[in-house]
């Protein structure tokens, strides 16, 4: 038996990650990266999703919740190991 029922990862579109009960608020994050002279030289932007529980799930995380119910926040590279885990 699997040990993940249910996962979903944290990119546009949003809708199916909005819909879950344990998520409380999406935010949408800007941080500037200036020159010396302070003009602009990029601007990295990323989501963070606010979980019930205090857990902060980033954009390419994946939420996942395991056969007893509980939930989880899991970078890729996790995600891609424990994906197929048992029980």
């Known amino acids: 038996m699997n040990k993940y029922k249910f996962a979903v990862q944290v990119s546009a579109p949003m809708r199916e990650v909005w819909?879950?009960?344990?998520?409380v608020g999406i935010r949408k994050c800007r941080e500037v990266?200036?020159?010396e002279s302070g003009a602009p030289l990029y601007v990295r932007k990323w989501l963070e999703v606010d979980l019930?529980?205090?857990?902060v799930?980033?954009?390419?995380?994946?939420?996942?919740q395991d056969v007893c119910d509980n939930?989880?926040?899991?970078n890729d590279d996790e995600y891609q190991v424990r994906k197929d885990d048992e029980i």
């Open 71 to 74: 939930w989880h926040v899991m």
């Open 19 to 23: 819909k879950l009960d344990i998520v």
């Open 33 to 35: 990266h200036k020159t």
């Open 52 to 55: 019930v529980d205090g857990t």
């Open 57 to 64: 799930a980033k954009e390419n995380d994946w939420i996942v």
